[in-house]
């Protein structure tokens, strides 16, 4: 264990690159996705599955977690590790994306943002300082800077805006976050689906140096290959020593197109959610369990899986528990999905550090269409 905050690179190929963030509760293992615990529950898991599946660190949400159960409270309580039952690391997002999303509820201004709670219609503001202290209060291994995130498409205008407000409050963020040993803070990079306005985030936030650097206000309205492109476009002004966390992204094939371009980090609520409503992620690709053609498919998931849930049950049954509206469906389809992204994970590791992340790239999509082609026949 160590009481510092840091990151190695252990190999590399192409621009990807697999390694470790080191904290003092846990070693983060790289490219890793965290699985989403927005409100303290990364739901229908136990926290026992998610850490046997492979997780190394989740993600709480600050928004909601200071609306309920309150971040003062949390902190009588012990901190969010404590009430959760997770001794891993926990980054928290600092709030930004519900700036956007709750657009409807909320006023921003300079000093912060201020909005009604969807929950009960009470007011609250918060600055970035604020956020900062609510993180702190959550007991937070990392800590996102709070920033404004613009849907797209938008106009250059809105977009180069809320990037210069973002700037401004990661300084702000920054002063309040101060020297926590053993923790980090995250600036976020900002502008849009303009390069030159990604580009001059990214080499503002470097000069603050910070521990890490993410990639914001992607995986928002706009087609992949826009993603893509400021990936390519952020990356080279990003320390090589800091890891690269994409935030909110994504479906299979993000995660391993991001890697390629060398990203360390994602999070998503993708496999979560579609695990509640009826979709299976396999390495046979995308599987609807409302199907009909379920019904009397006594094949599982993926007999070949170390996850019971992808091995141990019949397709026909889960379609039933689907069908049939029953929690057990839920919770075995997220269990397989959680399950499928952290393999998909752990094989780019060992891809990356064996130099051959294209021929897994490769492998895994011909796998995909393979099963597509079959299922199509």
Not at 10 to 23: F, H, Q
Not at 185 to 199: A, K, N, S, T, Y
Not at 205 to 234: R, S
Not at 308 to 331: F, K, Q, T, W
Request: charged share 25%; aromatic share 6%; with cysteine.
């Amino acid at each position: 264990m160590t009481d510092t905050f840091s990151f190695r690179v252990d190999a590399t190929d192409g621009a990807a690159r697999t390694g470790a963030i080191t904290m003092p509760r846990g070693t983060i293992r790289t490219p890793a996705f965290m699985p989403v615990g927005t409100a303290a529950t990364v739901k229908a898991m136990y926290p026992e599955q998610v850490r046997e599946l492979g997780a190394d660190v989740v993600l709480g949400n600050t928004y909601h977690l200071m609306l309920r159960p309150g971040a003062e409270r949390m902190a009588r309580l012990g901190g969010l590790h404590r009430f959760m039952r997770w001794d891993g690391p926990i980054l928290t997002d600092s709030g930004g994306f519900q700036v956007m999303s709750l657009s409807a509820l909320r006023k921003l201004d300079e000093q912060g943002v201020t909005f009604r709670s969807h929950i009960d219609g009470t007011a609250h503001h918060m600055s970035p300082e604020r956020s900062i202290e609510i993180q702190g209060l959550l007991g937070s291994d990392i800590q996102m800077q709070l920033d404004e995130c613009v849907r797209l498409p938008a106009e250059r205008a809105e977009i180069e805006k809320a990037m210069r407000l973002s700037l401004r409050w990661a300084e702000r963020c920054r002063v309040a976050f101060g020297e926590q040993p053993g923790k980090a803070m995250f600036g976020i990079v900002q502008g849009g689906d303009i390069p030159e306005l990604r580009i001059e985030s990214a080499r503002a936030l470097t000069d603050l140096d910070l521990k890490g650097y993410a990639i914001g206000g992607l995986a928002v309205g706009e087609p992949q290959a826009v993603m893509l492109a400021m990936i390519e476009t952020v990356e080279p002004h990003l320390p090589i020593a800091k890891p690269r966390y994409l935030m909110g992204v994504g479906t299979p094939d993000d995660l391993m197109q991001s890697v390629s371009r060398g990203i360390d980090m994602f999070d998503c609520v993708m496999p979560t959610r579609a695990g509640r409503h009826g979709l299976a992620y396999t390495r046979y690709g995308r599987i609807n369990l409302r199907n009909a053609r379920h019904s009397e498919d006594t094949a599982p998931l993926d007999e070949a899986s170390s996850c019971p849930a992808a091995r141990d049950y019949s397709r026909a049954y889960l379609h039933h528990l689907v069908r049939s509206d029953e929690i057990l469906g839920m919770m075995l389809l997220t269990w397989n999905n959680l399950a499928y992204y952290q393999q998909l994970m752990a094989g780019m590791r060992a891809a990356i550090a064996a130099g051959r992340l294209a021929d897994f790239i490769g492998e895994t999509k011909q796998e995909w269409a393979q099963a597509e082609a079959a299922r199509a026949a």
